[in-house]
């Protein structure tokens, strides 16, 4: 069973930074894809940042050049730098990752920007 546990999310000012972690239980060897999303309350889950094994990391037009996604294969874990942070980036954030063809979620962490 794939587990992906998040962290690092919290409450902070606009203009402020955080790095949100996700940790797989797997060696990310495995992993063909992984990424984070997030959804506010009524609205669609959003991708915000993908990195796919042995390409470029896509990153949404509106966090390109604040966002960093990048991994750690010793410690499995993917980790999404966020600086200059916005209030409408306020949302729970969801890690991802394609294992073998299966898809996987983490519960999913708040991130509160205060204006």
């Known amino acids: 069973q794939v587990q992906l546990v998040e962290s690092g999310g919290g409450l902070v000012q606009a203009g402020g930074s955080l790095r949100l972690s996700c940790t797989i239980s797997?060696?990310?060897?495995?992993?063909?894809?992984m990424a984070w999303y997030r959804q506010g309350l009524g609205t669609q889950r959003e991708l915000v940042a993908l990195?796919?094994?042995?390409?470029?990391?896509y990153y949404s037009d509106s966090v390109k050049g604040r966002f960093t996604i990048y991994g750690d294969n010793v410690e499995n874990t993917v980790y999404l730098q966020m600086t200059n942070l916005k209030p409408e980036d306020t949302d729970v954030y969801y890690c991802?990752?394609?294992?073998?063809?299966?898809?996987?979620w983490g519960q999913g962490i708040q991130v509160t920007v205060s204006s």
């Open positions: 990195m796919v094994s042995g390409g470029e990391p």
């Open positions: 991802n990752a394609e294992v073998r063809h299966l898809m996987y």
């Open positions: 797997v060696s990310i060897a495995s992993v063909s894809a």
